[in-house]
C-alpha cells in the first residue's frame, strides 16, 4: 500500500444529515446536510477562516461537496472534487443502524456484501489525499466519517473513532504517528 504522503493539511468532516441524526450508515448514499449541518458547516468555515487555506478537494457527495462549497465561499477558493474521497461502499448496510458490524468491518474481520474493505478503503483514502497535496499547501480535505478512518490508520492512529460532524482537523505527519488537532 501506498503510504501517505508527509505534508500537514486541513481534515474537515461533512455537516450532520438526517441519517447521521439516526445513526444510519450513509455510505454512497447521497444524503443532504440537514438544517443543523449546514449550520454547522458555516460554524467550520468560520474556524477556517485565517488559515491560509489555498486548496480545496472534496468528495463529490453532496454532504461533503456542499460543507466544502460553504468554507470556499468564505475563503473565496474553488473546490475541486475527487471521486477517490467519496465514502466507503457499505453494500447491503447503506441505510442500516450502525451497529457492531462496524467495528468488525473497520478491523477488516467482516465486509458487508457487495461494500468496500476497510483495506480497499485507506488505499483509495491515500490516494487521494496525496493527489490533493500536489496542490498549493495548506490544503484542506472535506470528506466522510469513515474514509477519515480509513485516514488515521494511514496515520498510525487508532481508527476506529468516531469524527464530530463539521470539527476541522489540523493534521501533521509525526513519528510514530501522526498528531491531530482540533480548529479553536
Known sequence: MIAL???????LRHGETDWNAQNLSQGNVDIPLNPKGIAQAHQAADRLRHRGITSIVASPLSRAHDTARITADLLGLPVTLDEGLREVSFGVNEGQPMSDWFAEWVKGHATPEGAETFTDLTARAVGAVNRALLLPAPVLVVAHGALFRALRAAMGLE?????????PFWCEPGTPCWTLTEAN
Open 5 to 11: 504522503t508527509q505534508t500537514p493539511f486541513w481534515f
Open 159 to 167: 481508527p476506529n473513532v468516531r469524527t464530530p460532524n463539521a470539527t
